[in-house]
């Protein structure tokens, strides 16, 4: 399959992809490729490098795909709050979470020339910190961009304890 994506500058940040020809809604642009790693393989390594840039994509509960090493086209995808994207994860047939891939999906019709953009979905415990809010300001440019590429999830409420 010709590849329709290319990587350059981007005007949200350093390197992005964009299309190099029209691609169709529900197309599949690109498989995102790296080194498979367990979780704790990653964490060791790179351990609370919080400098709010990442080229790791969850795969599932024991990998993670780390795009570091090995890594294709598909890790300058920068994020978006109106995405033209979609990531899934496949699950392999076999059961095996070895064998479970992440794929880039047209969420609509993308023109030539436009940047690719997924929802990188991440979520974090809140409440953040200034310095996280400020590593993680989203420039997607689009109207409804919340300016942060994370998503705060609120602390699970404690139980009262019965008197
Ligand atoms: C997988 S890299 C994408 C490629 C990146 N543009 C680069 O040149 O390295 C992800 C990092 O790009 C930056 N990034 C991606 N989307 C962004 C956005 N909407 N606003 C600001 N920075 C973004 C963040 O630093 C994020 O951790
Ligand atoms: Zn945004």
Known sequence: MP??????NSKIHGQGVF???PIRKGETVV???GKLRTHDEVDEEYGDQDN????????NDTYVID???????ARWINHGCAPNCQA???GDESGDPRKDKVVIE????IAKGEELTYDYDIHIEGPITAQERKLWACRCGAPNCTGSMLKVDKPAKRKAKAS
């Not at 590849?3 to 350059?8: D, G, L, S």
């Not at 709010?52 to 795969?59: C, P, S, V």
């Not at 795009?67 to 086209?73: S, W």
């Open 106 to 109: 047209a969420m609509r019709n």
């Open 88 to 90: 899934f994860v496949i």
């Open 31 to 33: 498989e995102y490729k």
């Open 67 to 73: 795009a570091n090493i090995r890594g294709n086209v």
């Open 52 to 59: 709010g840039h990442t080229f790791l994509f969850i795969l």
């Open 3 to 8: 590849t329709k994506i290319e990587q350059r």
């Open 19 to 21: 299309a190099t020809a």
